[in-house]
T-cell receptor
Framework: DAGITQSPRHKVTETGTPVTLRCHQT?????MYWYRQDPGHGLRLIHY???????DKGEVSDGYSVSRSKTEDFLLTLESATSSQTSVYFC?????????FGPGTRLTVL | QKEVEQNSGPLSVPEGAIASLNCTYS??????FFWYRQYSGKSPELIMS????GDKEDGRFTAQLNKASQYVSLLIRDSQPSDSATYLC??????????????FGQGTTLQVKP
């Protein structure tokens, strides 16, 4: 267990509102990742970070932004939530060559 | 586009049998391969990693890698109802440098019937 927590665990919001999801890790891992998981699509990488203030896009980054001001925290922001962003969001960190996942956030956009 | 393919299943096996899960990948130069187990409503949990051709055993789990044929498999011996879950295959994304990015298959659902 890589000591990863995510908050909130569940959130319901309305279209057009901003939403921020938080990932916190206690392992001092350099690399962190945000994924979304949807039926029929599997896990898809949104953004990742390779250090404080160092981030890059994944395959489904449109509509999302990230920030990493401390090693332990990686924030995912939906600037203006849309119904297509209803999903389960997982944060992961890299330990060695593998990734370890947080418990996830279930986000519903009405 | 680099891909990882898995049969979505469900794969149904009786309790005590061997479950065989397969995964193929398209990037010939991939070096790192992982199996994750995901219970319904939970997050993926790493159960096996393999980096060299051949077999790697850990308890009831055996991962098999064949780089020439570009497939990796997971065998679960003496399957138990508690093994019922979705199993995700993941392969490192070679073109991404040292970012540790993984490409995930869509997963195979395993059902172990008592």
């Amino acid at each position: 267990d890589a000591g990863i927590t995510q908050s909130p665990r569940h959130k319901v919001t309305e279209t057009g509102t901003p939403v921020t999801l938080r990932c916190h890790q206690t392992e001092n891992h350099r690399y962190m990742y945000w994924y979304r998981q949807d039926p029929g699509h599997g896990l898809r990488l949104i953004h990742y970070s390779y250090g404080v203030k160092d981030t890059d896009k994944g395959e489904v980054s449109d509509g999302y932004s990230v920030s990493r001001s401390k090693t332990e925290d990686f924030l995912l922001t939906l600037e203006s939530a849309t119904s297509s962003q209803t999903s389960v969001y997982f944060c992961a960190t890299r330990g060695g060559l593998a990734q370890y996942f947080g418990p996830g956030t279930r986000l519903t956009v009405l | 586009q680099k891909e990882v393919e898995q049969n979505s299943g469900p794969l149904s096996v009786p309790e005590g049998a061997i479950a065989s899960l397969n995964c193929t990948y398209s990037d010939r130069v991939s070096q790192s391969f992982f199996w994750y187990r995901q219970y319904s409503g939970k997050s993926p949990e790493l159960i096996m990693s393999i980096y060299s051709n051949g077999d790697k055993e850990d308890g009831r789990f055996t991962a098999q890698l064949n780089k020439a044929s570009q497939y990796v498999s997971l065998l679960i011996r003496d399957s138990q109802p508690s093994d019922s879950a979705t199993y995700l295959c993941a392969v490192n994304s070679v073109g991404s440098g040292n970012t540790g990015k993984l490409i995930f298959g869509q997963g195979t659902t395993l059902q172990v019937k008592p």
